[in-house]
């Protein structure tokens, strides 16, 4: 648990951080997030004390941070930062390894929690052990720089703008993956971000600043739900309703599919599917192969020849996917419906557009007025 109190930097006479009260409980992901030169880095760097505060209290697991040497204090705190910060002469290994062999750790346990971490970032080990930093492209660099801050199992995990280098497609990986490995791991995290759609992606909680100050500090559903401000309104934006389909996994919402088996003689299943238009074909195994659509068919009419056969991973989302990503690839493809696959392409559901609206709409009617505020 992390908990800041009255926390205040001033810089002369100028307040970086002013003020700043805020709780984040074991296992949540706390995203600051604002304009520049809001306070937000400022603060994380507070936390490891690579800053001290000027005023105020900082507790991590109940110990003010000042009452710690700087050192005993960052050993228990995973850092990652935008710039990776590799050491360029160190192998993935070695460079994976530095907190644990600081900490005495033998080779073996090294070599051991170095290659299980990058089996958990998605890289093969046998690959990248013994490549350099240089060696790396960007997101695999940032990969290794997360398992670097994982390596001694701490209970906090610092982030500052950790993505923000990539390019944007690894980005989304990145991100789906820090959402993966956080699902496991359950870490206490502060993450820093210029990106508003990232935060609402990954926070439990977030911190809107500006000037230094606290503007909201809520879940993202209460800050779209209900802006603090005009200032919070203005920020996260217009299209909340697009932001909160982020919040909602198509597990979530996604209905069973209508489905035949490869190698039915003929597809007289119409009522049996309930009526439905679209019927997904799957193999002995639950993989999915392709769809028929009924209206074109009759109680003869032979499968193989119906069936238009389709790329599972292109035509259908993962079900731990968000309603975002079903919708952007809904469109894409010209669909009002896909299929919803788990990690073998087995199919696992269907995501209408109707569910998408309803999630869409879903809280528009609490949304606070704020744009009056002009008018008043």
């Not at 060696?135 to 209970?155: F, I, N, T």
């Amino acid at each position: 648990m992390i908990r800041l109190e009255g926390v205040t930097r001033r810089y002369g006479g100028e307040v970086a951080v002013d003020n700043l009260s805020l709780e984040v409980a074991d296992g949540e992901v706390c995203v600051l997030i604002g304009p520049s030169g809001c306070g937000k880095t400022t603060t994380l760097r507070m936390i490891n004390r690579l800053i001290d505060p000027t005023s105020g209290h900082i507790l991590v697991n109940g110990r003010d941070v000042m009452s710690m040497r700087p050192e005993e204090l960052r050993r228990g705190l995973g850092y990652v930062i935008q710039s990776i910060g590799l050491f360029p002469h160190l192998t993935v290994e070695q460079n994976i390894g530095v907190v644990p062999h600081l900490l005495g750790w033998e080779k073996s346990r090294i070599a051991e929690r170095a290659s299980e971490l990058l089996v958990l970032v998605g890289l093969d080990p046998a690959g990248h052990l013994g490549k350099y930093p240089r060696q790396l492209s960007g997101g695999e660099a940032q990969r290794v720089g997360v398992a670097r801050a994982l390596a001694a199992d701490p209970p906090v995990l610092l982030m500052d703008e950790p993505f923000g280098a990539v390019d944007p497609l690894n980005r989304e990986r990145l991100q789906a993956e820090f959402g993966r490995i956080q699902r496991e791991l359950h870490k206490t995290v502060i993450f820093v971000t210029h990106d508003i759609d990232e935060a609402i992606r990954l926070a439990d909680k977030l911190a809107i600043m500006r000037d230094g100050t606290l503007q909201q500090f809520a879940s993202p559903e209460e800050v779209l739900n209900h802006p603090a401000n005009k200032f919070v309104h203005d920020f996260v934006g217009a299209d909340r309703a697009l932001k909160r389909l982020v919040r909602v996994r198509v597990e979530d919402v996604m209905r069973s599919p209508a489905i035949v088996r490869e190698g039915a003689e003929e597809i007289a299943y119409r009522v049996a599917a309930g009526r439905r238009r679209f019927v997904y074909v799957i193999d002995v195994n639950g993989k999915l192969l392709g769809w028929v659509d009924t209206d074109d068919i009759t109680p003869d009419t032979n499968l193989t020849d119906a069936m238009t056969l389709i790329d599972a991973t292109e035509a259908s989302v993962r079900v731990d996917a968000s309603l975002r990503d079903a919708l952007s690839r809904m469109l894409g493809l010209g669909f009002r419906a896909i299929a919803v696959t788990d990690e073998h392409s087995r199919l696992v559901g269907e995501v209408t557009f109707t569910a998408v609206e309803g999630a869409m709409t879903e809280g528009d009617e609490h949304i606070s007025n704020i744009a009056e505020e002009d008018a008043g």
